[in-house]
Structures are given as structure tokens and as C-alpha cells.
């Protein structure tokens, strides 16, 4: 069965450091794997997504995502952290093993982590 | 949120009510999905559709119902026999259902509540 797991319901950080959000996955085959951030009462904006090649990521808003297959981890990260990254990440994860034969574009979606960033 | 649009943004229902939630989009994506966010369970597929007048459930289907007449729209009703409907109901869409690397965009949500 497919699964994404976001450990921390919370993770908080001074502006100016880096930050790390973590997702761990569990998929049949090989996944693809994306990261949604959500401002509150609005939609799901997209981040980032790994398909295939380079295990490291790079999306908006300087935020980068690195792939490692052994850990079956896709942590999200930035550098430096500002005060208006604080909001709701989600990741999700496409097994294409399982959806070998259908026709949906069906993702599966962490239960989010907010995060907050104190000036 | 794209080009996607959601309306209205807020809606209230009185119990025993049906009410329908709009979402279209100008992408020309033909795939289009209905979530649900509850506070502390992430999102949770509703229905989908991959083309015009055809769409699956998904796993909380139960008084949820969908219509996909045109390209752009895909309407869902919140009928009478769903629970406890009180949630924020997401809309996205992507550029084609079957391609695992498509990428789904959001609209802006719709927040429903049951008085």
C-alpha cells in the first residue's frame, strides 16, 4: 500500500537558519514525489517534484528537496528560513507500480507539517 | 491557485440541505480531482474524473456526488446523506490524468460549514 508519513506535526525555526521538513514514503515500485505548501484558508501551492535523475531538487521560493531511496526519504529544506516560509507543508507520493495499468494521476498525501518561523 | 477558480469561498448549509461547490478551470487540463481537509488528516480524494461525462470515486465518495459535462467544470454536491460535511474542500486539476509525472494544481478552496 502507498504511504507518505510526515513525522513532525510541527517544526519551528529562527529566521536565518536552515530549515528541514521531513517525509518518508512507502510506494511498491518507484516513486514520484512532490511538496505543497498551503497559506492559510487557500489552496495547495506546488513546490517542487522528483521524477527522475538528480537526487537533489530544487524549487520556489529557494526551497530544495533531496531524493534518497535507501532511507525511502524525500526531506524538504532551505538554507535560510524567513518568517513568511511559516505555513502548511504537504508532501505526496505517486507509486507507479500500482497505478501500472490505470489511467489516474492518483496522489497520496502526508498529513502536513506547519511550520513556523520566529523572527 | 493558477487558473483555477472555486466558488463561493465560504458556504454555510443548514442540515437536510444540498448544496454544490463550483470549480472550473481555463488550463485545459483534462483531469480534475475534489479533496477533502480536515484539520490534522491531510487530504483525502473525494472523486476524479479524467475526461468529459466520466469520473471514479475515490475514498470517501459516500454523499459526495460529481458531474463533468464540460472540460473547464467539475461541480460537487454535498448531499443531504454525507455526515458531517463541515470541511475545507479543495479542487485541483492536471494535464492529463494517466501521466504519472503530471503535476495537480489547486484552487483557492472552499470552506463549507453545516449550521
Known amino acids: 500500500a502507498q504511504s507518505v508519513a510526515q513525522p513532525e506535526d510541527q517544526v519551528n525555526v529562527a529566521e536565518g537558519n536552515p530549515l528541514t521538513v521531513k517525509c518518508t514514503y512507502s510506494?511498491?515500485?518507484?516513486?514520484?514525489l512532490f511538496w505543497y505548501v498551503q497559506y492559510p484558508n487557500r489552496g495547495l501551492q506546488f513546490l517542487l517534484k522528483?521524477?527522475?535523475?538528480?537526487?537533489l531538487v530544487k524549487g520556489s521560493y529557494g526551497f530544495e528537496a533531496e531524493f534518497n531511496k535507501s532511507q525511502t526519504s524525500f526531506h524538504l529544506k532551505k538554507p535560510s528560513a524567513l518568517v513568511s516560509d511559516s505555513a502548511l507543508y504537504f508532501c505526496?507520493?505517486?507509486?507507479?507500480?500500482?497505478?501500472?495499468?490505470?489511467?489516474?494521476?492518483?496522489?497520496?498525501f502526508g498529513r502536513g507539517t506547519q511550520l513556523t518561523v520566529w523572527p | 491557485d493558477g487558473g483555477i477558480t472555486q466558488s463561493p469561498k465560504y458556504l454555510f448549509r443548514k442540515e437536510g440541505q444540498n448544496v454544490t461547490l463550483s470549480c472550473e478551470q481555463n488550463?485545459?487540463?483534462?483531469?480534475m480531482y475534489w479533496y477533502r481537509q480536515d484539520p490534522g488528516q491531510g487530504l483525502r480524494l473525494i472523486y476524479y474524473?479524467?475526461?468529459?461525462?466520466?469520473?471514479q470515486k475515490g475514498d470517501i465518495a459516500e454523499g459526495y456526488s460529481v458531474s463533468r459535462e464540460k472540460k473547464e467544470s467539475f461541480p460537487l454536491t454535498v448531499t443531504s446523506a454525507q455526515k458531517n460535511p463541515t470541511a475545507f474542500y479543495l479542487c485541483?486539476?492536471?494535464?492529463?490524468?494517466?501521466?504519472?509525472?503530471?503535476?495537480?494544481?489547486f484552487g483557492p478552496g472552499t470552506r463549507l460549514t453545516v449550521l
Open positions: 474524473s479524467q475526461i468529459v461525462n466520466d469520473f
Open positions: 522528483y521524477i527522475t535523475g538528480d537526487n
Open positions: 510506494v511498491s515500485g518507484n516513486p514520484y
Open positions: 505526496a507520493v505517486r507509486d507507479t507500480e500500482s497505478d501500472r495499468g490505470s489511467t489516474l494521476g492518483r496522489l497520496y
Open positions: 485541483a486539476s492536471s494535464r492529463r490524468g494517466e501521466f504519472s509525472t503530471d503535476t495537480q494544481y
Open positions: 488550463l485545459n487540463h483534462d483531469a
